[in-house]
């Protein structure tokens, strides 16, 4: 991961947190004359709440967290250390960031002039510390948010992008994507489809036969477990497991899931990065292939790419990659290739599947060498915020955001006592950050771990009550099923640490919040009590409780983090 220290992330839009440093000398910009184009995306000016500006005859672009990924940039500020800016580690192609960028538009028509503002805090620009008071085309603020001149120093020279003006088609800026390996041949043109079925229910027997009389061979312990179907005999379908064995299932145990897939690909390696505690594997297997996850531990992460053949670049892997400890490459048959990736204990993954390639990103639990939570990156989401105050108590009015807040900024001190490093979506009352903004705001700094904190009402229903620890791993999601052991395991480390400290009632559960379905980091949401039940709520009212439960959450993150030496 990312060990970004106290950094409070200015992707700033997008992420819903304002941030407004002190700003000093006005200075009057305009609204662009001519056409601006973006990667591709032409702006629009007129109702854009954030236009590009022109300031000295440059053009300005705000960094936003759409804007600044458009152009392949990061962007963060903390309070201590001022604003960074700097290229991604990978920046995607044209289609793909065209595909993610939304524009930010507004009902009032934009001004042709403003005034805006000089920064006063640090700026860095790729590792290089900027002095904005000497420049001649210093950074500016504007409706609250930082403003990047595109001046062919910076654009060119720093970030080299393609960079043109002319009088025909204004400005054009276009990043140029990370180069990867060319995409591995393609040995058939015609597409297949591909007949799997799913397992609807826990515990299904494979038997030798159609029938019930037959000897069982297996059993498949999870509903959402792909077989690749083979034929068909009266109730019973003919099936091959992942892992190559070929059993037969009953009919009703199973539903059909149909693929249409693209051409059979030969799959091939395009890369391994180690990064620190993160090892990246990039992968091309052909577009409209289907990627399955048959099992996902501690140890272990089992994928099968369908419509595939086993490419010359891509074979056993047995050396030690960072958390990667072996891979083990399987010709499964049927055009179907087995990847099963061995890591290092405790580890997780998440996947990205974009036009053929396939990135797996591998984390370790633990750095080399490390133990317990020094050096960790947690990021604690206080649920609400600002006039959304969540829940509110049926008896003395206490408020899910309150409480949210309370036992997040007890359990912050735990943490950094310990040697975690911390980040907070929100620190106080006032300020409120979108849903959707809260695990971009995650998938941006790449936490240890992500904890959402909040209380729970089921009005007008007073007899519930106790703690929950949601985690969520649906089967449709890659990255989540990848990582279902692990958010599991983190989840039930939380619940039986608040069981212990609050001597109440603990349970897990899953549910599909946003916050964390759209997570691709171990993350889990504390409900820490019903404020519709009058004992939980006036417990929820105190400090003494609310330590307790801080020190609960903290005894299972200790946990999480030291079980696997």
Same mark, same amino acid.
């Given at each position: 991961?990312?060990?970004?220290?106290?950094?409070?992330?200015?992707?700033?839009?997008?992420?819903?947190?304002?941030?407004?440093?002190?700003?000093?000398?006005?200075?009057?910009?305009? =609204? !662009?004359? /001519?056409?601006?184009?973006? &990667? *591709? %995306?032409?702006?629009?000016?007129?109702?854009? +709440? #954030? $236009?590009? @500006?022109?300031?000295?005859?440059?053009?300005?672009?705000?960094?936003?967290?759409?804007?600044?990924?458009?152009?392949?940039?990061?962007?963060?500020?903390?309070?201590?250390?001022?604003?960074?800016?700097?290229?991604?580690?990978?920046?995607?192609?044209?289609?793909?960031?065209?595909?993610?960028?939304?524009?930010?538009?507004?009902?009032?028509?934009?001004?042709?002039?403003?005034?805006?503002? =000089? !920064?006063? /805090?640090?700026?860095?620009? &790729? *590792? %290089?510390?900027?002095?904005?008071?000497?420049? +001649? #085309? $210093?950074? @500016?603020?504007?409706?609250?948010?930082?403003?990047?001149?595109?001046?062919?120093?910076?654009?060119?020279?720093?970030?080299?992008?393609?960079?043109?003006?002319?009088?025909?088609?204004?400005?054009?800026?276009?990043?140029?994507?990370?180069?990867?390996?060319?995409?591995?041949?393609?040995?058939?043109?015609?597409?297949?489809?591909?007949?799997?079925?799913?397992?609807?229910?826990?515990?299904?027997?494979?038997?030798?036969?159609?029938?019930?009389?037959?000897?069982?061979?297996?059993?498949?312990?999870?509903?959402?477990?792909? @077989?690749?179907?083979?034929?068909?005999?009266?109730?019973?379908?003919?099936?091959?497991?992942?892992?190559?064995?070929?059993?037969?299932?009953?009919?009703?145990?199973?539903?059909?899931?149909?693929?249409?897939?693209?051409?059979?690909?030969?799959?091939?390696?395009?890369?391994?990065?180690?990064?620190?505690?993160?090892?990246?594997?990039?992968?091309?297997?052909?577009?409209?292939?289907?990627?399955?996850?048959?099992?996902?531990?501690?140890?272990?992460?089992?994928?099968?790419?369908?419509?595939?053949?086993?490419?010359?670049? @891509?074979?056993?892997?047995?050396?030690?990659?960072?958390?990667?400890?072996?891979?083990?490459?399987?010709?499964?048959?049927?055009?179907?290739?087995?990847?099963?990736?061995?890591?290092?204990?405790?580890?997780?993954?998440?996947?990205?599947?974009?036009?053929?390639?396939?990135?797996?990103?591998?984390?370790?639990?633990?750095?080399?060498?490390?133990?317990?939570?020094?050096?960790?990156?947690?990021?604690?989401?206080?649920?609400?915020?600002?006039?959304?105050?969540?829940?509110?108590?049926?008896?003395?009015?206490?408020?899910?955001?309150?409480?949210?807040?309370?036992?997040?900024?007890?359990?912050?001190?735990?943490?950094?006592?310990?040697?975690?490093?911390?980040?907070?979506?929100?620190?106080?009352?006032?300020?409120?950050?979108?849903?959707?903004?809260?695990?971009?705001?995650?998938?941006?700094?790449?936490?240890?771990?992500?904890?959402?904190?909040?209380?729970?009402?089921?009005?007008?229903?007073?007899?519930?009550?106790?703690?929950?620890?949601?985690?969520?791993?649906?089967?449709?999601?890659?990255?989540?099923?990848?990582?279902?052991?692990?958010?599991?395991?983190?989840?039930?480390?939380?619940?039986?640490?608040?069981?212990?400290?609050?001597?109440?009632?603990?349970?897990?559960?899953?549910?599909?919040?946003?916050?964390?379905?759209?997570?691709?980091?171990?993350?889990?949401?504390?409900?820490?009590?019903?404020?519709?039940?009058?004992?939980?709520?006036?417990?929820?009212?105190?400090?003494?409780?609310?330590?307790?439960?801080?020190?609960?959450?903290?005894?299972?993150?200790?946990?999480?983090?030291?079980?696997?030496?």
């Amino acid at each position: 991961m990312k060990k970004i220290i106290n950094i409070i992330t200015s992707v700033v839009l997008a992420l819903g947190v304002w941030v407004t440093p002190a700003a000093a000398t006005e200075v009057e910009v305009s =609204l !662009p004359t /001519f056409p601006v184009t973006l &990667n *591709g %995306v032409l702006m629009e000016q007129g109702q854009n +709440e #954030y $236009p590009c @500006l022109v300031y000295k005859d440059i053009t300005y672009v705000a960094m936003t967290y759409y804007d600044a990924r458009l152009l392949g940039l990061v962007s963060a500020w903390q309070e201590e250390t001022g604003l960074i800016i700097k290229k991604a580690d990978f920046v995607a192609d044209q289609s793909t960031l065209q595909g993610e960028y939304v524009p930010y538009f507004q009902e009032e028509v934009n001004n042709s002039t403003y005034q805006a503002t =000089l !920064p006063e /805090f640090a700026i860095q620009v &790729n *590792g %290089v510390e900027i002095d904005n008071k000497s420049e +001649e #085309y $210093p950074l @500016l603020i504007f409706r609250d948010v930082t403003y990047f001149p595109l001046t062919w120093r910076f654009a060119h020279t720093e970030f080299g992008w393609q960079y043109n003006f002319d009088s025909e088609n204004g400005l054009v800026v276009t990043p140029v994507p990370t180069p990867v390996v060319t995409q591995a041949p393609t040995i058939s043109t015609a597409p297949t489809v591909t007949k799997y079925l799913k397992t609807n229910t826990d515990l299904v027997n494979l038997r030798q036969g159609p029938g019930t009389s037959y000897e069982k061979v297996g059993q498949m312990a999870h509903a959402g477990t792909y @077989l690749t179907y083979l034929g068909a005999k009266n109730d019973w379908f003919n099936v091959r497991t992942a892992d190559g064995k070929e059993a037969w299932v009953a009919s009703w145990l199973v539903d059909w899931e149909i693929v249409t897939q693209g051409p059979v690909t030969a799959v091939g390696m395009n890369s391994v990065i180690p990064m620190a505690d993160k090892t990246q594997l990039i992968l091309s297997h052909g577009q409209n292939n289907n990627v399955r996850i048959n099992s996902s531990t501690a140890n272990l992460l089992d994928i099968t790419l369908s419509n595939t053949t086993i490419g010359n670049t @891509l074979s056993d892997s047995t050396f030690s990659v960072g958390p990667l400890q072996s891979m083990q490459v399987i010709n499964n048959g049927n055009n179907e290739v087995r990847l099963v990736l061995n890591l290092k204990s405790g580890s997780y993954c998440n996947l990205l599947e974009d036009a053929g390639r396939l990135t797996v990103n591998i984390y370790a639990r633990q750095e080399e060498g490390a133990y317990g939570l020094n050096g960790k990156v947690i990021m604690l989401d206080p649920g609400h915020g600002g006039a959304d105050v969540g829940a509110i108590g049926s008896f003395i009015g206490v408020t899910d955001e309150e409480v949210g807040l309370g036992v997040s900024l007890k359990l912050k001190a735990l943490l950094e006592a310990n040697g975690a490093n911390v980040l907070m979506t929100r620190s106080d009352k006032a300020t409120a950050v979108e849903l959707y903004s809260r695990p971009a705001f995650a998938n941006a700094v790449e936490p240890d771990l992500f904890i959402s904190i909040h209380a729970d009402s089921i009005k007008p229903n007073t007899v519930p009550y106790g703690a929950k620890v949601f985690y969520y791993a649906g089967d449709d999601y890659l990255s989540l099923k990848a990582q279902k052991y692990i958010r599991k395991e983190l989840a039930t480390a939380v619940q039986e640490g608040i069981a212990a400290t609050t001597l109440r009632k603990a349970t897990v559960a899953t549910n599909n919040y946003v916050v964390l379905r759209e997570n691709n980091h171990p993350s889990i949401l504390v409900e820490c009590g019903f404020l519709s039940n009058p004992e939980d709520e006036a417990l929820l009212a105190t400090e003494e409780y609310r330590q307790k439960l801080a020190d609960g959450i903290y005894a299972g993150i200790l946990n999480y983090f030291t079980m696997y030496p």
